[in-house]
């Protein structure tokens, strides 16, 4: 609760924890801190065989390697660490170093997978992620207050001139990656539907689409424009997509620049993502994927923006932007249909935005919260309705799921590993995403604790 809004005589119980532990979540309780190091001890069990070079460990071996980390956990949890974070990260940077030299030496076919290497690549991960995660989530506290309405402003995140120019120089860096030699090679894969599809549109209009190839046809005339523009080539057929590669990573800066209110961090996670040889070759596809990707992202941010705005109608103190809520709600819920257009497995977003208002009201379950849940059974009863008994097109992803469920199937993990391959091999993609998780964890949790307080 901002100071201005506290009550005089009446103490704060999480300013006095706070001042006595130095951080309102890393408490020097002992059972906190034996939670922690648990918790921690069962993932280096589970995790550290998956992400080893072929690295074979013996039960004692993993035993042991799961205790140090959660020895790390322990040790990280609690208040001594805290208050000495900033020398620990100075000490496990090179750490941090000899893991991805480790790894990126392992890549190559002329280097043995085994031995001294193999061995730092695959000890490493677990541990150095759990201690970067303790380490960002105590550091990455920000000194200014979160706003009443809950959003940073864009302006504001990115005043200085550093991050602007890193800025540029990313969407600059973007342009580079998705334009160069964008026509160079021949149409492959289902590239071939697009085109043909673009060329039907762009010679007879939209009644091609009645016998021809109509999947994400929104797509297709982005793609006929294309052509129309600068003749039918794989590069113009290709431009669309190359162009929505950079409206992703200015839509990157906007929302999470919005939602955290830390440049660097809005400037990382566009280029992260563009560093993935694998998301990156989405940008240089003829396929309606480039145009789901920033469609997803804007949804999902005024998804949030509408849920979060309802809310805070509700509070104890109105935030400027909550007469807004039913604008919020409107484009949220426009952008539902060009979604599930464009690919349905986007709809995804239907219950995961249903689990979410769920999460609120267990966090904070008053008379207004339970109001909103109702109305969230009742879209999902709908959804329902329309996806087994209507069995509406724009719904068949979920009777898809539904059927694999309740029949015989066979766990798959190949899937996983393709998920997670990019440019890094796994163990440091992992390491990466862990450890991250501090970070952002940190801020979403005060972020939700400063709205609810």
């Known amino acids: 609760m901002p100071p201005h809004h506290k009550k005089a005589g009446r103490k704060d119980p999480g300013a006095t924890r706070a001042s006595k532990s130095g951080h309102p979540r890393l408490t020097n309780h002992f059972f906190v801190s034996l939670l922690f190091g648990f918790c921690a001890a069962l993932a280096a069990y589970y995790l550290t065989p998956i992400l080893s070079f072929n690295q074979k460990f013996t039960i004692g071996t993993l035993l042991f390697l799961s205790g140090v980390n959660g020895l790390v956990a322990f040790v990280g949890s609690t208040n001594f660490f805290h208050k000495n974070a900033g020398k620990f990260a100075l000490w496990t940077l090179p750490l941090i170093l000899i893991q991805l030299t480790s790894n990126v030496l392992l890549t190559y076919a002329g280097i043995q997978q085994s031995g001294l290497l193999a061995f730092c ?7 150095t992620a759990t201690l970067w995660f303790i380490i960002l989530r105590s550091l990455s506290i920000p000194d200014k207050p979160v706003p009443d309405t809950g959003y940073y402003t864009v302006a504001e995140t990115f005043s200085g001139i550093g991050p602007r120019i890193a800025g540029v120089t990313i969407l600059m860096l973007t342009g580079l990656l998705v334009f160069y030699r964008l026509g160079y090679y021949d149409i492959w894969e289902d590239e071939n539907l697009v085109i043909n599809a673009a060329k039907g549109f762009y010679e007879n209009g939209f009644a091609y689409f009645e016998e021809g190839y109509d999947r994400a046809w929104l797509h297709t005339s982005l793609v006929a424009g294309s052509f129309h523009l600068f003749g039918i080539s794989e590069w113009a057929g290709r431009f669309p997509s190359a162009i929505f590669g950079l409206v992703f990573v200015i839509v990157c ?10 440049a660097w961090l809005a400037l990382l996670i566009p280029l992260v993502c563009m560093m993935n040889d694998r998301f990156l070759i989405l940008f240089r596809y003829m396929r309606m994927y480039a145009l789901l990707i920033p469609l997803f992202l804007i949804a999902v941010f005024l998804i949030y923006r509408a849920v979060m705005a ?25 952008m539902l249909p060009i979604m599930a257009h464009v690919h349905k497995l986007s709809m995804v977003l239907l219950p995961v935005t249903g689990l979410f208002i769920l999460y609120l009201v267990l966090i904070k379950p008053t008379r207004q919260q339970m109001q909103f849940l109702w109305i969230a059974l009742g879209a999902g009863a709908l959804m329902l309705f329309f996806t087994f008994v209507v069995q509406l097109d724009a719904l068949r992803m979920f009777r898809q799921v539904a059927n694999r ?27 990466f995403l862990l450890a991250g998780l501090g ?3 940190s801020r979403v949790s005060r972020h939700l604790k400063s709205f609810w307080s």
């Open 121 to 127: 690549a695959s000890t490493l991960t677990v541990p």
């Open 253 to 262: 800066f906007f929302v999470f620049a919005r939602w955290f209110g830390l």
């Open 310 to 334: 309802f809310q805070l109608s509700h509070g104890p103190t109105k935030a400027s932007g909550s007469g807004r809520k039913w604008i919020y709600a409107a484009l949220a819920i426009g």
């Open 405 to 431: 469920i309740f029949s015989t199937h066979q766990y798959q993990p190949d899937y996983f590993g393709f998920v997670f391959e990019n440019g890094l091999p796994l163990n440091s993609t992992i390491m």
């Open 439 to 441: 970070l952002l964890g």
